[in-house]
T-cell receptor, first 115, second 112 residues
Framework: AQTVTQSQPEMSVQEAETVTLSCTYD???????LFWYKQPPSRQMILVIR??????QNATENRFSVNFQKAAKSFSLKISDSQLGDAAMYFC????????????FGTGTSLTVIP | KAGVTQTPRYLIKTRGQQVTLSCSPI?????VSWYQQTPGQGLQFLFE???????NKGNFPGRFSGRQFSNSRSEMNVSTLELGDSALYLC???????????FGSGTRLTVV
C-alpha cells in the first residue's frame, strides 16, 4: 500500500509571511494524483490544490503552490501571504490511477498563523 | 449546488449497540467514500461505493458495512459498537477521483 508522510506535526507562520509544508510519499506507480486538503475547526475537509503526476509543471491556486519532485517523491505546499483564515490542519493525500477512489492521507500538519 | 450532507452531526451510543450514518453526495456524483478519522490513526479508508457497488474496502472488521442506493445516497453501519469506534466519520463524493473529493462535515460518533 502507498504511504504518505508528513514529518511536521505543527508549523507556525507570521501573518503575511510564507510557509512551506512538507509531504513525501512512497509508491511504485508512475501515474497518480496528489492533493492537499485543509481541515479547519469546522471539520470539513476542503480541497486546496491538486497535482497530476504526469505533469511536470507545479500546480498553483492563488496564494497556494506546490513543489512537486517526482523522482524524490516529494510534494510540498507553499502558502504565500499567510492569512489568519489559513490556520487549520493540512493533509497531503495520494490517489492511484488504478485503484478507484481510495485516497491515502498523511497524518497532517497543524498550521498556526500568528497575527 | 448543495454540498455533501451527512446526518446526524453528532451521535452518542452505548457499547454493543449498532449505528447507521447517512451521506447524501453532491448531485451527479456516483462515487461515495467513507473515512474514519481519529487522533491516533488519522484518516483511514473504510470503503468506496460506485453505482451501488462496493468498489474498494479498507482494512476494517466486518462490523463495518455500507451500502449505496440508486440515488447515490450512502449509509454506513457499525454493529456491536466498541469504545475504539469513537471517531469522526467522513463521507466524500466525487464524479471522478482525479479531481479530488468533496467532503461532508462528518458525523462525530462517541461510544460510551
Amino acid at each position: 500500500a502507498q504511504t504518505v508522510t508528513q514529518s511536521q506535526p505543527e508549523m507556525s507562520v507570521q501573518e503575511a509571511e510564507t510557509v512551506t509544508l512538507s509531504c513525501t510519499y512512497d509508491t511504485s506507480e508512475s501515474d497518480y494524483y496528489l492533493f492537499w486538503y485543509k481541515q479547519p475547526p469546522s471539520r470539513q475537509m476542503i480541497l486546496v490544490i491538486r497535482q497530476e503526476a504526469y505533469k511536470q509543471q507545479n500546480a498553483t491556486e492563488n496564494r497556494f503552490s506546490v513543489n512537486f519532485q517526482k523522482a524524490a517523491k516529494s510534494f510540498s505546499l507553499k502558502i504565500s501571504d499567510s492569512q489568519l483564515g489559513d490556520a487549520a490542519m493540512y493533509f497531503c493525500a495520494y490517489r492511484s490511477s488504478n485503484t478507484g477512489n481510495q485516497f491515502y492521507f498523511g497524518t497532517g500538519t497543524s498550521l498556526t498563523v500568528i497575527p | 449546488k448543495a454540498g455533501v450532507t451527512q446526518t446526524p452531526r453528532y451521535l452518542i451510543k452505548t457499547r454493543g449497540q449498532q449505528v447507521t450514518l447517512s451521506c447524501s453526495p453532491i448531485s451527479g456524483h456516483r462515487s461515495v467514500s467513507w473515512y474514519q478519522q481519529t487522533p491516533g490513526q488519522g484518516l483511514q479508508f473504510l470503503f468506496e461505493y460506485f453505482s451501488e457497488t462496493q468498489r474498494n474496502k479498507g482494512n476494517f472488521p466486518g462490523r463495518f458495512s455500507g451500502r449505496q442506493f440508486s440515488n447515490s445516497r450512502s449509509e454506513m453501519n457499525v454493529s456491536t459498537l466498541e469504545l475504539g469506534d469513537s471517531a469522526l466519520y467522513l463521507c466524500a463524493s466525487s464524479s471522478s477521483g482525479e479531481y479530488g473529493y468533496t467532503f461532508g462535515s462528518g458525523t462525530r460518533l462517541t461510544v460510551v
